[in-house]
């Protein structure tokens, strides 16, 4: 999922060139107040361009959030009926969630998911009850997070640990589909690939880029390697064997395997969990 | 807590030899769909032997989850008098546990201690409804927990602490006693001692072993250290000399002593907390 | 944030030496039994001249707790208008919060901050509750927690980072100014630098210090270091720079620098976030 700032429709163009799952034309963080007008118009038609194009990709916009005096103007200017989801920051509670399904609505794209910011302090304490339809993925913001609660951010991010597995846990719990945190520095790209790999094994199903070249990394991560599509189907097939001769529990590889691994095995194939 | 898969009678009448404080006779995942049958009846003779042979030995049966089609046999076919609890996978809502005590009252072991798996993503989150009675101990399976929220088990289990630590939380308030996630990998004895180690500093008391040499490890862990206990006894002689001159806090041994330090030394030595 | 038993007045008299923002006399772990009645006077008589003579000074006075049987002694013979706070430790549930206002209203003290020690098992789980008015600064009590959940401290602090991440969300959500664990060991600087610094990046805004050597450390972690002022000024000014070309994400120092970042670096210099 790549962000970039609406302010900018040249950069805009280019977005899919990487080859992400989904685009964010950025209207919060990355645009001044005085942009904001203008960033909306390139917004919609930079937004319907792609989407008409692409109709694969999924395209959507990131509006400012609902306690700001943007929020509004922003969803009934950028929006339209190509939009694939649109993405709110900073939701904080139920209330929150249920002015932006409210104002969708009257602007006539009721039916759009809804992709929630769950980026401060509040929202983390809060997250059950906003991940709630028809908020239909969410993602965690770190940077957002840590500037809320007056904290650091640091390279193995422990300081984020809870409120980046709490958000996961109670997006499962919720059906909702967990993006993971940005990494700002977007030329260190062991960095982002840790960073990746730390979320996935958390339960994150995709990652935020705000740089182009954070998306193969992405891409790499989050779809299964050659080598653990092997390991499954290897295993897969010692299981079905022990299974025909009548045992639930085998020794493969130096492991107890059973039903739950013989789970994720399936899962990282995709042919059901 | 030695786990062994009830379709191999054999292997269950080997179970006390390494020296668990408890065996699990598996109905669950380590027995396939066809074989619960046998399964069941294996479970009831070789669990009703070990049981008379072996008085100090809690013998206990894992059955099938509450919403399997194997759970209602499981209960009725393959427990007893001599069975000294019960475990349960896969505890989601007060209303599975509701659903476990009235079928063991059903089937006349009313009275057994239930030992509540806690490893799906709405067991984690909804633990303190979960540990409930019947429910006097819990077990925590992070296997189970990662397949079911799409992530990856790592070697350092970073991305199951939070799950991991607050299903000890909640154990503690509701009074259960906590056992620790198994380690698959049963030939890496530092991997498991490292495991091991993590899960009792969190707070469990126990582990599950999915192998008969994983139980002496366990042991070694589990039980405190002769040099832990010297550690002990040194800091109680140091801090009752200061009491009877006066001193609530010494320094001993480069740290501060005071009340929390003597009461963790009391309960290392098993001298009431 | 310096502690010190208040049985011995000598030492209290000088904790100020070392430079702490708050001192703590402590009647609580500190203080053997038949010790209190004399710490009680002490902590009055050297606590009031204290407050007189350094009206910067926070001084303070940590009671025993609720259940303990000295609670309402200490109440009524320890404190006075001179005080800054009172600490309360144990605090478990709403109920013991209001206990400990209708105590400190009864002895004419029911306008001082209440400083709520978060540090056992119930405390963590229930810390939403806790930290209501009168409660206006918390701190993480690991010692206690641990020795509560029958845990063990380690030397990366893994085991309490679940619960100390907990405390620090719903302090923030709260309002209520977050203080970190104590480090046992007074003459490992390394490990207490580390520690700190783990706690700041949590979320926490200051340390419990239990020797006057901890205090210039605490103050050196838990304020902005000339490098980190200088890096906030740089991305600031850099930032500004961008606002008035009509952009609102820069590339700064090889980080994709946004609103969320430039909070971060405001609140780092004091200048609003």
Redesign the interface.
Known sequence: MLFA?A??PDVLAKLPRSGPDAVVIDL?????A??KVAARQHAREVGEALATELPTLAVCVRVNAVSSDWFADDVRDALGPWLAGVVVPKLDTRADVETVALALERAGVGDVAVIAGI?T??G??RV?EVLQPPVRMAYF?A??F?????????EDG??V???R??V???A??AGVLAIDQ?V?????DDRFLADA??G????Y?GKMC??PAQVPLANQVFSPSEEEQDWARRLLAAYKQ??LE????IVFE????????A??AR?LLGTG?
Chains 1, 2, 3 share one sequence.
Not at 200 to 203: D, L, T
Not at 246 to 249: K, Q, T
Request: proline letters at 5%; a negative charge.
């Open positions: 700032p302010s900018n919060e963080d990355a645009v001044p005085d942009g980026e302090v509040a983390v304490a059950d913001g940077e957002d840590i500037a809320d609660i007056g904290g650091v951010r640091t422990t300081e640990l809870y409120a597995s709490r996961a846990v109670a499962r719990l940005i700002p520095g977007f030329s260190d790999r730390a996935r094994a958390i339960g199903r705000i740089h022990a299974e009548g045992e639930g529990a130096g492991q107890m395997v059973d039903e739950p691994m789970r994720r899962a969990g």
